[in-house]
């Protein structure tokens, strides 16, 4: 599968626990993206990287989240502490370089209830 | 910020019939207007988009309106299938630089054999 794929697919974790998702983009997209997608709503940006730099950081991205994408290939989101309010699903998603496309192409997601 | 609204929430259509579902945005620098397909459980798959150049876009069954002016942007599916039945995403995005994809809400389209 040359998609964008996310691990793992599914997470329950209790409340003030650490969980930790990755991204692998589809390869030679420079640019990833993570969005968080509550049940009934569209998703929500959280973040973008270019390569291995994060450019944007959503107001949703409170201190207790952080993202990483340290070779510019992979990417990490991490969420300290868990809140309940944290359930929903992660998505990644990653486009190419500029000029080959404005398409996002979105991974399958993690689900995290946080209970 | 960009805000996209996007009606109606649900929608049953008779197969073989047409579904149009509507979406407006507020930031006239969005440029770039996608519209996206999830089935229950799956990921959001892009099934049409549409540049602010262009007024109409058409792909097969699926077409996609945009109104510059009124800022706002439709998706019409014409002949109808159950395999339509999912949610349907509008989204958009600004200027170069502007990274970020806003979403609307969703619509539930349901197709009645």
């Known amino acids: 599968d040359t998609g964008v794929s996310q691990n793992p697919r599914h997470k329950i974790t209790k409340r003030g626990q650490n969980v930790t998702f990755r991204c692998d983009p589809i390869?030679?997209?420079?640019?990833l993206y993570w969005y968080r997608q509550t049940l009934g709503q569209g998703p929500e940006f959280l973040t973008y990287?270019?390569?291995?730099?994060?450019?944007?950081k959503s107001r949703l991205l409170s201190d207790r989240f952080s993202a990483e994408r340290p070779k510019g290939s992979f990417s990490t989101l991490e969420i300290q502490r868990t809140e309940q309010g944290d359930s929903a699903m992660y998505l990644c998603?990653?486009?190419?370089?500029?000029?080959?496309?404005?398409?996002?192409?979105f991974g399958p997601g993690t689900r995290l209830t946080v209970l | 910020g960009e805000n996209v609204e996007q009606h109606p929430s649900t929608l049953s259509v008779q197969e073989g019939d047409s579904a149009v579902i509507k979406c407006t945005y507020s930031?006239?620098?969005?440029?770039?207007f996608p519209w996206y397909k999830q089935e229950l459980g799956k990921r959001p798959q892009l099934i049409i988009d549409?540049?602010?150049?262009?007024g109409e876009k058409k792909d097969q069954r699926i077409a996609v309106t945009l109104n510059k002016t009124a800022k706002h942007f439709s998706l019409h599916i014409t002949e109808t299938q159950p395999e339509d039945s999912a949610v349907y995403f509008c989204?958009?995005?600004?200027?170069?630089?502007?990274?970020?994809?806003?979403f609307g809400t969703g619509t539930r389209l349901t197709i009645i054999p």
């Open positions: 390869s030679e997209h420079n640019r």
């Open positions: 990287f270019q390569n291995e730099a994060q450019l944007e």
């Open positions: 930031d006239s620098a969005s440029n770039y």
């Open positions: 549409i540049r602010s150049n262009v």
């Open positions: 998603a990653s486009r190419p370089l500029a000029g080959r496309g404005n398409e996002q192409f």
């Open positions: 989204a958009a995005i600004g200027d170069f630089g502007n990274e970020k994809l806003t």
